[in-house]
């Protein structure tokens, strides 16, 4: 187990950036592409996530000044945004992780050869949402007295139960992801937008269209491109948008055309960037695809799983993400009895959720910012009821130190499953 672990480890030690292209490499050797090929590959889609990992770090440092304009006024907020790494590496920690990948590849792989599944779940990387979870009920069942092979059992076959909800659901939006984002011959496999951001937003889109009015209102960018011209393109949205935020928050001169500038940039560039993803992932698909229908018959039916991040080249949803900003920080002032200010959360996280939202809108920005509003609230609810539980386990996992008394949280915590977990944490202890 310990040498298993020493190699899971060696592994996930790559980075998430590094860690795919090998990923996409081995892929396509397996599917029966030729070396150069699939090196090629490989290396075009790791380009292309880290083009996209680096601009929305971009996109966050470009926002900061904006986000700490409002952290810095204060009102209370006592529970510490650690950032999602922390409960990543919180995750990882769990003693049986160097089994749960393996399993969960395997698993994958059973299911796609007897057609239960559609989705090929590549995102190793986000394993760590699955484990989470999984850690979590450990934790739990280690208050009630459940230990060792028990323990280890239940929460296993329970993160990969998660695993194969992963995998249905993105059988079940592949047609949505595809047709809206462009990613064809893909499906989302991060759970927390498939398990909890979508269907939020599923229900409040569905509100929405029965309410007159608000259910006629439609702003996209191909709305605007009628009316407004070359007004309507995202780099002079994302230009006026920035420059809007500078002056709310008082940035100067300076700093509003930083803003400006920065935003326009990440708005522009990160489509580029997922046109390179797609270049290199294109040859692994169609060879996957080709390989399944010779195993498996001409009405094989296959996807390849990847990060929500891919969906963030939708220049709607990185605009909304903006959008969200000054809105999610009204809410977190308002919000009765929320003592949580997301400062970490506001960078990415929000970003990816705004993501997924868009594609359930279909690229209404209207609709978009509502929905992210009923979004934000579950948000700052599940933040509060889940930090306790989270500070426990962060401290039980020892990956950080934490001062008594005090109490943590970070984004991947604001999900229906932990939620749930919560509640029963809170009946156990």
């Not at 380009?47 to 904006?66: A, D, K, Y």
């Not at 950032?83 to 059973?110: I, K, M, R, Y």
């Not at 009405?299 to 929500?308: R, S, W």
């Not at 700052?380 to 001062?403: D, H, K, P, R």
Request: glycine letters at 10%; charged letters at 10%.
């Amino acid at each position: 187990m310990e040498v298993l672990g020493n190699v899971v480890q060696s592994v996930l030690d790559v980075g998430a950036v590094a860690l795919l292209p090998i990923m996409i490499l081995l892929l396509g050797l397996f599917f029966r592409v030729r070396f150069a090929t699939a090196l090629k590959s490989g290396l075009l889609v790791g380009i292309g996530f880290q083009g996209v990992s680096l601009i929305v770090n971009f996109l966050v440092t470009t926002l900061s000044p904006v986000i700490q304009h409002y952290a810095d006024t204060g009102r209370g907020f006592t529970i510490v945004d650690v950032g999602w790494e922390t409960l990543s590496a919180a995750a990882w920690a769990a003693p049986f992780a160097a089994l749960f990948v393996p399993l969960g590849l395997v698993l994958n792989f059973v299911l796609i050869r007897t057609r239960l599944v559609k989705t090929l779940n590549v995102d190793i990387w986000n394993y760590w949402h699955l484990l989470r979870s999984a850690a979590i009920l450990s934790f739990i069942l280690s208050l009630l007295g459940v230990n060792g092979a028990a323990n280890f059992t239940i929460s296993i076959v329970f993160g990969l139960a998660l695993s194969v909800l992963v995998e249905k659901v993105g059988d079940w939006i592949s047609p949505y992801w595809q047709t809206y984002f462009g990613l064809e011959g893909t499906t989302c496999t991060t759970i927390l937008q498939l398990g909890t951001t979508l269907p939020i937003a599923w229900i409040a889109n569905r509100v929405l269209e029965k309410i007159p009015g608000v259910n006629r209102v439609d702003i996209s960018y191909e709305a605007a491109n009628e009316r407004l011209g070359e007004f309507s393109s995202p780099t002079i949205i994302g230009a006026i948008l920035g420059a809007f935020l500078g002056i709310l928050t008082g940035q100067g001169v300076a700093g509003t055309i930083q803003i400006a500038v920065g935003l326009s940039a990440a708005i522009t560039l990160t489509p580029r960037m997922v046109k390179l993803f797609m270049e290199g992932i294109s040859p692994i698909s169609t060879a996957a695809r080709d390989y399944m229908i010779e195993k498996l018959g001409e009405d094989a039916d296959f996807n390849i799983g990847v990060d929500i991040a891919l969906g963030v080249g939708n220049q709607t949803a990185i605009t909304c993400g903006a959008l969200m900003i000054p809105i999610s920080i009204l809410l977190a002032f308002i919000f009765p009895g929320n003592s949580f200010f997301p400062v970490a959360f506001f960078g990415s996280s929000l970003t990816y959720a705004m993501t997924t939202i868009c594609m359930v809108t279909r690229g209404n920005i209207f609709r978009s910012v509502l929905v992210g509003a009923v979004y934000m609230c579950f948000t700052f609810f599940a933040f509060n009821f889940t930090a306790e539980l989270c500070t426990q386990f962060v401290a039980n996992a020892g990956v950080i130190e934490i001062q008594a008394g005090t109490l943590v949280n970070a984004g991947g915590m604001n999900n229906f499953i932990d939620v749930i977990q919560t509640i029963i944490y809170n009946l156990v202890r």
